[in-house]
């Protein structure tokens, strides 16, 4: 079971995820769409909403088909854009979940950091989690600054050459204080 914090966090994350797709589909729609001499825009391109106050000016005054047509093509989008965890990622995550890990903030400390990973390896032994998706599962209970790195370096720990181990060594790399590190 979710933990009220990893529940917020996850929610949190989807809703961005959308928001920010709903307005880049929607200034790539009324930019792509503004008719000639539309009195309350120019020809220049319009930029993208702050808020949903913004996105409310945005579509003052469009043309009901206009708006029409954005509406449908948001909604195209966005079903491209859910998130699509196959049953078995999902039945993975539920079952490391059930476990109550503890989350790793990102201290300089080897023994934290050596526990938590042993935790998580444990953890993946036990359920079975397969290599490819060690990383998408465990990567969820990092937090702190630990988190905010995961954010520079996800790029590279996608697609077939990413394994949990690769990912431990940069973590290991990252977080093990200078004076330890080979």
Same mark, same amino acid.
């Given at each position: 079971?979710?933990?009220?914090?990893?529940?917020?966090?996850?929610?949190?994350?989807?809703?961005?995820?959308?928001?920010?797709?709903?307005?880049?589909?929607?200034?790539?729609?009324?930019?792509?769409?503004?008719?000639?001499?539309?009195?309350?825009?120019?020809?220049?391109?319009?930029?993208?909403?702050?808020?949903?106050?913004?996105?409310?000016?945005?579509?003052?005054?469009?043309?009901?088909?206009?708006?029409?047509?954005?509406?449908?093509?948001?909604? &195209?989008?966005?079903?491209?854009?859910?998130?699509?965890?196959? #049953?078995?990622?999902? /039945?993975? +995550? %539920?079952? $490391?979940?059930?476990?109550?890990?503890?989350?790793?903030?990102? &201290?300089?400390?080897?023994?934290?950091?050596?526990?938590?990973? #042993?935790?998580?390896? /444990?953890? +993946? %032994?036990? $359920?079975?989690?397969?290599?490819?998706?060690?990383?998408?599962?465990?990567?969820?209970?990092?937090?702190?600054?630990?988190?905010?790195?995961?954010?520079?370096?996800?790029?590279?720990?996608?697609?077939?050459?990413?394994?949990?181990?690769?990912?431990?060594?940069?973590?290991?790399?990252?977080?093990?204080?200078?004076?330890?590190?080979?």
């Amino acid at each position: 079971m979710l933990t009220e914090w990893r529940a917020k966090k996850l929610i949190h994350l989807e809703t961005n995820l959308l928001t920010n797709n709903v307005e880049s589909l929607l200034v790539q729609s009324v930019n792509q769409n503004l008719p000639v001499g539309t009195p309350r825009r120019s020809q220049e391109a319009v930029s993208a909403p702050r808020d949903s106050t913004n996105i409310k000016n945005l579509l003052d005054g469009l043309d009901p088909k206009l708006m029409a047509r954005i509406m449908t093509e948001i909604t &195209k989008r966005l079903k491209e854009v859910e998130p699509k965890k196959s #049953g078995s990622e999902t /039945k993975f +995550f %539920d079952q $490391v979940a059930k476990r109550n890990p503890k989350v790793y903030e990102g &201290k300089e400390d080897p023994m934290i950091l050596e526990e938590w990973i #042993g935790q998580m390896e /444990k953890i +993946f %032994d036990v $359920v079975e989690v397969p290599d490819n998706k060690r990383i998408n599962i465990g990567t969820f209970y990092l937090s702190g600054t630990a988190d905010m790195w995961w954010g520079t370096v996800r790029t590279t720990f996608q697609g077939p050459g990413a394994t949990w181990a690769s990912f431990t060594e940069a973590l290991r790399a990252k977080f093990y204080p200078m004076h330890m590190q080979k």
